[in-house]
């Protein structure tokens, strides 16, 4: 019985002290921390609550106003481009030094890149979206038509890039050969 006495008796000393002493301490962050989440919390349960289905468009008393739900720290959905480092996640590619030094030194965070800070996490997500699509394109092209080849991933890039330079190198060669006939025979008809 006495070691159920004392044991009860150490719980209580543990237990938080009076608002009036508590007052007489120094506040850290942390406790006013706390103290702003239950007067929050507090202020939460002292309104009623309403069923979603009884609410019109969302909206509810709280605080003395109406207010609508779900509303606070709404942004637009604004996505603007961002770079970001390429090749730093393999560990297996050498970046040359001229790239890693433009990264370290020069290129801004790309928290640092929208104008508006809300702009963020859209950009980036649009970006992550645009590659993640960029890739499944890739692999479902290299699974249609590269397997078949059997060439290596590597050898099918080379090969794709090869020939899409060929065809711009001769389209810009045909362009200059009629553009120089053209413009000969602007001026040849200037002279007539």
């Not at 009076?18 to 919390?41: F, W």
């Not at 030094?101 to 790309?110: A, E, F, G």
Request: positive net charge; contains cysteine; glycine residues 6%.
């Amino acid at each position: 019985m006495k070691e159920w006495r004392r044991l009860l008796m150490f719980l209580l000393e543990k237990l938080p002290r009076d608002s009036a002493q508590a007052a007489d301490e120094p506040m850290g962050t942390s406790v006013l921390l706390g103290r702003a989440i239950a007067a929050e919390l507090s202020l939460c349960m002292r309104s009623p609550w309403t069923p979603p289905f009884c609410k019109a468009r969302s909206t509810a008393w709280s605080g003395g106003e109406w207010w609508l739900e779900g509303s606070e720290g709404v942004h637009r959905y604004h996505a603007v481009d961002v770079q970001a480092p390429r090749g730093t996640g393999d560990l297996t590619i050498k970046i040359p030094k001229e790239l890693r030094h433009y990264y370290s030194r020069h290129m801004p965070y790309v928290s640092a890149q929208p104008r508006v800070r809300e702009d963020v996490l859209a950009s980036l997500l649009e970006r992550n979206a645009s590659e993640h699509a960029a890739q499944q394109e890739w692999e479902a092209e290299w699974n249609r038509f590269g397997l078949a080849s059997r060439l290596s991933e590597e050898v099918r890039c080379r090969g794709e890039s090869q020939p899409l330079t060929s065809k711009v190198s001769s389209v810009c060669f045909v362009l200059r050969r009629r553009l120089r006939h053209h413009l000969l025979s602007l001026v040849m008809s200037c002279f007539l």
